[in-house]
């Protein structure tokens, strides 16, 4: 017996000495030191991209840390960040195989968790022309315009009671009321509160796989739970058009013109259903509907939640936006989709309060489906990539007092433009963000109108607090309350709302 324990380790040692010795070697990317099993989990303390920051000043901008039994990659650096999304980007247009792309994301099938390849090319083609093109967000114009002005409406009530506002709870129901409007014609019941978190997370079972056999928390049951709650809900938008198109064929509105009903969303993709059933399944529909639920509705929310925030603790930034839009549209009208190009200022300010506050400060993970090099050091296939956007926009390598709100920095050309990729708070590569047109126009007009219509106020003269709270989209720890008051200039405009 004690001979064949001796030859079974032999064997093994034999075979990983072998195994070097035929593997040559490689440049590993730097690391901390880890402990068994964990890795290097005990390192990292929310917020996250933070603590990621902290690792990176201390052992560079290409960073290798094991979390549990899987091994990440963490850049911060533009030569890094170009190196994966330009020599590299298609090794690293995967998404890893987590617990929520199996369940919530329909085994990795629809547009944000499938792999690289003929599916996922064949999604991001009904995404970026079907849905999401130039001219169908054009043709959400007036939609846009109509949701930010039911909002201003309930602002001037809400204000007329008590100056002091939740903006965090306008916001949000606005970017709800808009996305349920695109998609099926009519604003946000509150149904489906909690149904479209954001949608890629990592959870501990991702970390640990054994957790998964047994039912960590119930993580896995809670999402099959949502997933199942979630495709009741899209199967019953579907379902639903299909019943009205049913009871009246000429219902399915038109593509445009004046005065005529538009197509929703939903109407649209089921009419492409019915010329090419084949591509155009139901789960391929239920998959982009989410996709544009989950990440059209709480990202659009924070990023203007933020821009509000640093414009109230920057009153001279926000009367110099003030003074462009009253010198392009006025006071004798609202502000409208149209004009936003003359706003080059505002559009200045939302890019500082994407540098600073990045909605996916990590961006979204990518996967490595083989091995591959990155600033000369080797990366293993199965590596979990992570791009620090929130240190690559706050080094002070890379910005002028990097961490100051100074919308001025963004006026021409991007400050030090040439070094490579230091703002990409939309992603890059294949799998940059499809929405950022839409969630760019909704973000510019909703602060124009805001900024045009009222004067804003701290809470009690007190800067706002700019802390972060938790999540893989940037929240603030403290939503935003603000003093609201209906500009002298503006009253006539807004009483005939």
Known sequence: MEMIYFLAVFLLLFWVYSKRLRTPNKT??????????????????????????????????ILFLRLGRQPFLIVSSPSAVQDCFTQNDIIFASRPKFMSGRILGNDYSNLVWAP??????????????????????????????????????????????NRKVDLNSFLSELTHNLIMT??????????????????????????????????????????????????????????????????????????????????????ELVALQEDEPDRYTDD????????????????????????????????????????????????????????I???????????????????????????SSEDCTVGGYHVSKGTVLLVNAWALHRSPNLWQDPTEFRPERFIG???????????????????????????MKTVTLTLASLIQCFDWERVDGELVDMEEGTGLTLPKKKPLEAMCTPRSSMITVLCQL
């Open 28 to 61: 590993l990317p730097p690391a901390p030191p880890a402990l068994p099993i964990i890795g290097h989990l005990h390192l990292l303390k929310p917020p996250y991209h933070r603590s990621l920051q902290s690792l990176s000043e201390r052992y560079g901008p």
């Open 116 to 161: 690289y390849g003929p599916l996922w090319r064949n999604l991001r083609r009904v995404a970026t022309i079907d849905a999401l093109s130039s001219h169908r967000i054009q043709k959400t114009a007036h939609t846009r315009q109509g949701e930010i002005r039911f909002m201003i409406r309930q602002l001037l009530q809400r204000s007329e009671i």
């Open 182 to 267: 695109i998609i099926n014609g009519r604003r946000w019941d509150g149904s489906t509160d909690n149904l479209f978190p954001p949608a890629i997370s990592i959870n501990v079972c991702d970390l640990f796989p054994v957790l998964r056999w047994v039912g960590f928390k119930g993580t896995e049951k809670k999402m099959v739970q949502l997933k199942n709650m979630r495709d009741v809900f899209l199967q019953g938008l579907i379902d639903e058009c299909l019943r009205e198109k049913a009871k009246s064929p000429s219902r399915g509105g038109t593509s445009g013109g004046a005065g005529e009903r538009k197509k929703t969303l939903v109407e």
């Open 284 to 339: 391929v529909l239920k998959g982009l509907l989410l996709v544009i639920l989950a990440a059209g509705t709480d990202t659009t929310a924070r990023t203007m939640e933020w821009t509000m925030s640093l414009l109230l603790n920057h009153p001279h930034i926000l009367q110099k936006a003030r003074d462009e839009i009253d010198t392009a549209v006025g006071g004798c009208r609202l502000i409208e989709d149209s004009d």
């Open 341 to 367: 190009t003359k706003l080059s200022y505002l559009q200045c300010i939302v890019n500082e309060a994407l540098r600073l506050f990045p909605v996916a400060p990590l961006l979204v993970p990518h996967f």
């Open 413 to 439: 050309a991007v400050e030090g433009e040439g070094e490579g990729f230091k703002f990409i708070p939309f992603g890059m590569g294949r799998r940059a963000c499809p929405g950022s047109n839409l969630g």
